[in-house]
């Protein structure tokens, strides 16, 4: 069974900080690219940052230069690390597994980030 289980969501006010931690399966995490979308109110889901299995990260446009994204190997556990947040960030974040030219095949049930101005 897969699961990916995300937690460190909450509220901020706008400039702040949060850290979003993904708990994925062992029978995936070493094979699988672990991903972070999120979903805002009435808008389309978009991908946020992405990390492969080498650590290879990529990140949105919107997020570039406040977002980091980590592996950690021992735990199971992919971390996003959201800095300077805005408004515009509030939105429910999904961690996501998937492989090359599969798509995101495993999605974890979400956490909500809420940032206030």
């Known amino acids: 069974q897969v699961q990916l289980v995300e937690s460190g969501g909450g509220s901020v006010q706008a400039g702040g900080s949060l850290t979003l931690s993904c708990a994925v399966s062992e029978n995936i995490f070493s094979t699988h690219v672990i991903s972070w979308h999120r979903q805002a109110n009435g808008k389309r889901r978009e991908l946020v940052a992405s990390i492969t299995t080498t650590g290879a990260t990529n990140f949105a446009d919107s997020v570039e230069g406040r977002v980091t994204i980590s592996r950690d190997n021992a735990e199971k556990t992919v971390s996003m690390q959201m800095n300077n947040l805005e408004p515009d960030d509030t939105a429910v974040y999904y961690c996501?597994?998937?492989?090359?030219?599969?798509?995101?095949?495993?999605w974890g049930h979400g956490t909500q980030v809420t940032v206030s101005s």
């Open positions: 996501a597994a998937g492989q090359r030219g599969m798509g995101w095949t495993y």
